[in-house]
């Protein structure tokens, strides 16, 4: 931990980034996002098992844009994340400096983002056991029987999208859900409104979701969501000669421009 805080305390005093993206302790054990802006702020930082939000969720909140050059404390996953949002456009050398927090407890300062790039690739992306025994289990439903266990499952969600809040590929300014004029994602929750929000969330994530697990963990009903993005992540592994998210100008069922007309993508 103290070779953590003294790199983020040095970093702030040299003022290199003006805000770091951290853990620090949070209510009930749980721990929370801390935004580290003086030197002093470095001593909050913690870093273990329990820290599993996905902190990459932040680097495109325009809040925390507008404090200017960040750093952030990143594990695999939001290693994983900043790639793929490189990839996107969203973030570049010139406005994140990461410290990676390996799976081995190393603290490593990565130069620049082509160093996180080759780092994260040692590490193939590898879903969970649990996740594939549950995978199979859909797999050999009836269709019906599948139709209706998502049904069922989905039918609780009230869409209150602390999921899409969890999810740093979910950084669009204007989400298609929060239209009205037309109103093509209903509202209320009922079986079609929920199908059509989850159905559309897992699409727009598809060749670009990383596998963090951080919208399931966020949803306070317990909804299985990542489920849906493990399936299309097998799916586009499967189909599409290995595909994997994080592979620079690789993208599979999206362009990114930046000088696109829409601005709510940017
Ligand atoms: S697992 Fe969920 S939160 Fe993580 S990148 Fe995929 S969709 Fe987003
Ligand atoms: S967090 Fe859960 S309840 Fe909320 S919108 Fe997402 S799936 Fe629905």
Same mark, same amino acid.
């Given at each position: 931990?103290? $070779?953590?805080?003294?790199?983020?305390?040095?970093?702030?005093?040299?003022?290199?980034?003006?805000?770091?993206?951290?853990y620090e302790e949070?209510?009930? *054990? *749980?721990?929370? =996002?801390?935004? %580290?802006?003086?030197?002093?702020?470095? @001593? *909050?930082?913690?870093?273990?098992?329990?820290?599993?939000?996905?902190?990459? @969720?932040?680097?495109?909140?325009?809040?925390?844009?507008?404090?200017?050059?960040?750093?952030?404390? %990143?594990?695999?996953?939001?290693?994983?994340?900043?790639?793929?949002? =490189?990839?996107?456009?969203?973030?570049?050398?010139?406005?994140?400096?990461?410290?990676?927090?390996?799976?081995?407890?190393?603290?490593?300062?990565?130069?620049?983002? @082509?160093?996180?790039?080759?780092?994260?690739?040692?590490?193939?992306?590898?879903?969970?056991?649990?996740?594939?025994? =549950?995978? $199979?289990?859909?797999?050999?439903?009836?269709?019906?029987?599948?139709?209706?266990?998502?049904?069922?499952?989905?039918?609780?969600?009230?869409?209150?999208?602390?999921?899409?809040?969890?999810?740093?590929?979910?950084?669009?300014?204007?989400?298609?859900?929060?239209?009205?004029?037309?109103?093509?994602?209903?509202?209320?929750?009922?079986?079609?409104?929920?199908l059509e929000w989850?159905?559309?969330? %897992?699409?727009?994530?598809?060749?670009?979701?990383?596998?963090?697990?951080?919208?399931?963990? =966020?949803?306070?009903?317990?909804?299985?969501?990542?489920?849906?993005?493990?399936?299309?992540?097998?799916?586009?592994?499967?189909?599409?000669?290995?595909?994997?998210?994080?592979?620079?100008?690789?993208?599979?069922?999206?362009?990114? *421009?930046?000088d696109d007309k $829409?601005?709510?993508?940017?």
């Open positions: 931990m103290d $070779e953590l805080r003294n790199k983020v305390k040095a970093l702030l005093e040299a003022k290199t980034v003006n805000v770091v993206i951290g949070g209510t009930g *054990k *749980k721990p929370r =996002a801390v935004f %580290a802006v003086k030197p002093e702020d470095a @001593a *909050k930082l913690i870093y273990d098992s329990r820290c599993v939000l996905n902190l990459a @969720a932040y680097i495109t909140k325009h809040e925390v844009k507008a404090k200017g050059k960040m750093a952030i404390t %990143a594990t695999l996953p939001v290693m994983r994340s900043i790639i793929q949002l =490189a990839s996107e456009f969203q973030v570049n050398d010139n406005n994140l400096f990461v410290i990676g927090l390996t799976p081995d407890n190393q603290v490593i300062e990565f130069k620049n983002l @082509a160093e996180v790039e080759t780092f994260i690739h040692k590490f193939e992306i590898s879903i969970d056991s649990k996740y594939k025994e =549950a995978l $199979e289990k859909l797999d050999k439903m009836s269709r019906t029987d599948r139709w209706n266990w998502w049904i069922n499952e989905l039918a609780p969600c009230f869409k209150c999208y602390a999921c899409r809040a969890a999810c740093p590929m979910c950084y669009c300014h204007r989400c298609t859900v929060d239209f009205n004029q037309p109103q093509w994602i209903p509202v209320p929750s009922h079986e079609l409104g929920n989850h159905i559309m969330r %897992a699409v727009h994530l598809t060749g670009r979701c990383i596998d963090c697990d951080a919208c399931a963990n =966020a949803c306070p009903l317990g909804i299985p969501i990542n489920l849906l993005n493990k399936r299309l992540l097998e799916d586009a592994k499967k189909h599409f000669g290995g595909y994997q998210p994080m592979l620079k100008g690789d993208h599979l069922m999206s362009t990114f *421009k930046p $829409e601005n709510f993508i940017r």
